[in-house]
Every structure is written in structure tokens, then in C-alpha cells.
């Protein structure tokens, strides 16, 4: 009895996890007024270095990357006025901002999603920091949390 429920179970099981386009957390975005002073904040909380800073021009953010154990902690600042983080500060002030979903396959993602309702802010993944394609999900569409979808860049 045990034995053949079992069987029935593990195939559908598999055909749920092999159909699954995301597939954890990749990281979590975090706005912060002055990236440097947050850099020497972070750094002792994480006791660890921060193991990379980039500015994304096209976003008007630099980001700086921690690595803390299997997970990864995104610092954003804005460069400009106009940068969506410049806003978020206004208007939330400092703190959490985006959780980062990754997928192995970001355009298909991006079909789904949008053949499921949701509301995205880019309709084509984009290049964003520490070499992946992104797209974010409008944050209307999530209860109000912001939705980052990425994909490393092959080599
Ligand atoms: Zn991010």
C-alpha cells in the first residue's frame, strides 16, 4: 500500500520541481543613503569584506556585493536624481528594497509570468550588476515587494 502510493506520488512530484523557473533567493537588495559609509557598516556586521562595487549606469545605482555564508547581500545607492533608488529614499527612506529571485532561464520566465497576469517594469531582461540579466516585476503586482528576476550571463 505504502509502496504504491509512493510511485504515484515521485512522478508528479519531479514533473513540479522540472517545471519550476525559479529557483532560490539570489539575493536581497538593500538602499542605503551613502554606499561608502554603508560599505564600513556592513563589513562589520557580516565581519567579511565587500567582494565587489559597480556602478549600473542605465539604473543610476552603484551596488556594492557581500557574500555572507550561501547568500548574497546587494547595497544600492543612487547616482542620480532621477535613479528609481533616489526615489525609494524619498519616499520609504533606507532599508529593505528588492528580493532577488534566480531563474535558469529569464526570457521563458518573463513569458510565464506575463501569461499569469503580473505587471513587469521590463518586459526584456536588461543588464544589470555582477555580470547577470535582470528584470524587475512591478511591485503592484506582488503585494507591494519588489521583484527582482535574474540570470547569470554565460561566459
Ligand atoms: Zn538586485
Known amino acids: ?74 547595497l544600492l545607492e543612487a547616482t542620480n536624481p532621477e535613479s528609481p533608488i533616489a526615489k525609494f529614499l524619498d519616499k520609504k527612506g533606507a532599508g529593505f528594497h528588492h528580493v532577488a529571485f534566480e531563474t535558469s532561464d529569464i526570457d521563458a520566465e518573463i513569458k510565464r509570468l506575463l501569461s499569469e497576469g503580473f505587471e513587469l517594469i521590463h518586459y526584456t531582461p536588461k543588464d544589470g550588476a555582477d555580470n547577470k540579466r535582470i528584470a524587475f516585476l512591478h511591485p503592484k503586482a506582488v503585494d507591494g515587494l519588489l521583484v527582482e528576476l535574474c540570470q547569470e550571463k554565460s561566459a
Not at 519531479?14 to 537588495?29: C, P, S, T
Open 1 to 74: 500500500m505504502v509502496f504504491i502510493s509512493s510511485i504515484l506520488i515521485t512522478p508528479q512530484k519531479n514533473l513540479l520541481e522540472q517545471n519550476k523557473m525559479i529557483n532560490k533567493i539570489e539575493h536581497l537588495g538593500i538602499a542605503v543613503k551613502n554606499i561608502e559609509s554603508s560599505i564600513d557598516l556592513y563589513e562589520k556586521l557580516f565581519q567579511t569584506k565587500c567582494y565587489k562595487v559597480e556602478e549600473v549606469a542605465s539604473e543610476g545605482v552603484k551596488t556594492a556585493f557581500f557574500k555572507v555564508g550561501e547568500s548574497k547581500i546587494e
